[in-house]
């Protein structure tokens, strides 16, 4: 009786360790997310771990899990456990961790006006709903538009310590120079004020506890995103392109910045992809097809997916409710959950830091 146990387990394990993960790329088995297999009596366990968050994409998983076993090995009476536990990655050399914040996450583009602060905040809040601890830093010194885009304006707070509060909405928790100076005050710092300044703003705000922090960087790729990705601990960047020929020179650019400073690029977001009228359904892809394809293929970047252009998007954004927060059901938020999944799973295949090694068990 024992053996044959045993060599359930067995089976049951190597099945198992074969199924895909769309997000990692690689196998069950070979990313060390299934953790555990027993059996008792009639009854199966599978426990399985993932190292980000996906509560978009649990029942799926163990739907496939379960009728996998239904149709390969006849069983029917099975328990899917499925938790994530998200670790804190490795940083440039040289740099040291928030403590508070485990994973910091840049988001570039190569020129402005590609929606790059609109998909940092939608990423954010995409990563929350998928079940992580997530904020965002409006890094956009001339141009700071989270305040608008979240519907917080005003002076943060302080701690008795005398470090600054974020700022809580939607579930995130936020920071932007534009607390501090009014959004309309002219923004005289250049250069190394500029840096300095951000720096400040990154380690004087008192985060509670943050799994990734999305950084809205300035647009383009000139000394001062240069420098604030030499001096933030980065784990990883996003780089948003839109499809038209010009940007994905200008995308290259900002692939190119990370490969300077050693951070891992996680993948190319494509926005405002295709156009889709509103009143009869028809879509037209104004900007051309296939830059974001093109330019994962070059660089061996994967693509985390597409948005189309839509002015619900623009009006959620502008409007202080981005989509994710206003329905985190919509068939955009959905998009913009399945491209955080992707992120933050390409992130768990990179190296984990030494420095920062607590990680937290989700039990959903
Ligand atoms: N997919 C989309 N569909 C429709 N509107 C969009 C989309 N993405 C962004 N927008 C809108 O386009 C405008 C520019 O986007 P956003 O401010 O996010 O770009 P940006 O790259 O951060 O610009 P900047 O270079 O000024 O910082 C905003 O009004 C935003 O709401
Ligand atoms: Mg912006």
């Not at 601990?233 to 948003?240: D, E, F, M, N």
Request: proline share 7%; glycine share 10%.
């Amino acid at each position: 009786m024992r053996s044959e146990s045993v060599r359930s387990e067995e089976a049951i394990r190597a099945l198992l360790a074969g199924l895909r993960d769309p997000h990692t790329g690689r196998s069950l088995g070979e990313d060390g997310s299934l953790k555990g297999v027993g059996i008792a009596g009639e009854r199966v366990l599978v426990d399985i771990v993932l190292a980000y968050p996906a509560a978009g994409w649990r029942q799926a998983l163990m739907e496939e899990v379960r009728s996998l076993l239904r149709e390969r090995l006849g069983l029917s009476e099975v328990t899917v456990s499925v938790a994530h536990r998200i670790h804190a990655h490795e940083v440039q050399a040289g740099l040291t961790p928030l403590p508070e914040v485990k994973n910091i996450l840049a988001v570039a583009s190569g020129k402005g006006g590609v929606g790059k602060s609109a998909i940092a905040v939608n990423l954010a809040l995409a990563l929350a709903a998928e079940g992580a601890r997530a904020g965002v830093l409006d890094a956009d010194l001339y141009g700071p538009s989270l305040p608008t885009m979240t519907g917080t304006i005003g002076p943060p707070g302080t701690t008795p310590e005398r470090r600054i509060l974020p700022k809580r909405a939607h579930g995130l928790e936020l920071m932007s120079i534009g607390y501090l100076l009014g959004e309309d005050a002219p923004v005289i710092w250049r250069g190394p004020m500029a840096t300095q300044a951000l720096q400040q703003l990154l380690t004087e705000t008192a985060w509670e506890g943050l799994d990734y922090l999305v950084i809205d960087l300035p647009p383009g790729t000139g000394d001062i995103q240069l420098t604030l990705c030499q001096r933030v601990p980065l784990s990883g960047a996003v780089i948003v392109t839109t499809p038209q020929d010009l940007s994905l020179v200008d995308a290259q650019r900002a692939l190119k910045m990370f490969e300077k400073v050693a951070v891992p690029v996680l993948g190319v977001v494509e926005n405002m992809s295709l156009y889709r009228c509103p009143h009869c359904g028809h879509e037209e892809a104004i900007f051309g097809t296939g830059a974001g394809e093109r330019i994962a293929a070059r660089y061996g970047v994967p693509l985390l997916g597409r948005l189309p252009l839509d002015p619900r998007i623009r009006a959620d954004a502008d409007g202080g409710l981005p989509t994710v927060a206003a329905d985190p059901e919509s068939e955009h938020s959905l998009a913009f959950r399945a491209i955080a999944r992707k992120a933050a799973a390409q992130l768990s295949l990179r190296a984990r830091s030494r420095a920062l090694s607590m990680p937290r068990i989700v039990i959903e």
